[in-house]
């Protein structure tokens, strides 16, 4: 079956500009989670979401937010963007969202903020 | 979240065992340990996840302590393909959908 698909891969943007990225998650996959990784912070928790509502969410400002459509698909946003939100955009998808169930990632979105 | 330690950096020769170790000296009865890993450039992928009893599945075996204060992920055979940063995370039973990654081992597989 499909893995997690993000759009797009790569994006360039400008200082202040903001960004939409998409998260498409392995069909019947109801949890979709998304990660920040850079090179001096590691991977780092955005928030998740699972049946169209947020459950949980990590500590990034209110310029980071997301959502999910009633097809399971996800999108982030990110407005008035700084040059430190250069950074590879994770997403995650699982079956449900408890402990005992493992997360299949999708290849990233690699973000650069001029 | 309860904290895991594990070595910053290891090496392997091709085609021998591989022991990488984690320290979660302050699990929960209620969580599960997870191990995923990241390949250059690509997205994080699982490897296996238990909560008390050893699991094996087709890439790797999952030893974990008695007392569940360590774990060992063991990949019985490495190749030049299990190069890649080793994520040990502890993960409550009870919802929390939120991986919390740590710094992870750099394994490094010497042909």
């Known amino acids: 079956k499909a893995g997690v698909t993000q759009t797009p891969r790569y994006l360039i943007k400008t200082r202040g500009q903001q960004v939409t990225l998409s998260c498409s998650p392995i069909?019947?996959?109801?949890?979709v989670s998304w990660y920040q990784q850079t090179p001096g912070q590691g991977l780092q928790f955005l928030f998740e979401?699972?049946?169209?509502?947020?459950?949980n969410k990590g500590n990034f400002p209110g310029r980071f937010s997301g959502r999910q459509f009633s097809n399971s698909r996800s999108e982030m946003n990110v407005s008035t963007l700084e040059l430190g939100d250069s950074a590879l955009y994770l997403c995650a998808s699982s079956l449900a969202s408890t402990a005992n169930t493992e997360a299949f990632f999708g290849q990233g979105t690699r973000l650069t903020v001029v | 979240d309860a904290k895991t330690t594990q070595p910053n950096s290891m090496e392997s020769n091709e085609e021998e065992p591989v022991h990488l170790p984690c320290n979660h000296s302050t699990i929960s009865g209620t969580d599960y340990i997870h191990w995923y890993r990241q390949l250059p450039s690509q997205g994080p992928e699982y490897v296996i996840h238990?909560?008390?009893s050893n699991v094996n599945n087709r890439m790797a075996s999952l030893a974990i302590a008695e007392d569940r204060k360590s774990s060992t992920l063991i990949l019985h055979r490495a190749t030049l393909r299990d190069a890649a940063v080793y994520y040990c995370?502890?993960?409550?039973?009870?919802?929390?959908?939120?991986?919390?990654f740590g710094t992870g081992t750099r394994l490094t597989i010497i042909p």
């Open positions: 979401y699972f049946s169209e509502t947020q459950r």
């Open positions: 238990g909560l008390t």
């Open positions: 995370i502890l993960r409550d039973v009870f919802g929390n959908e939120k991986l919390t």
């Open positions: 069909s019947g996959h109801r949890s």
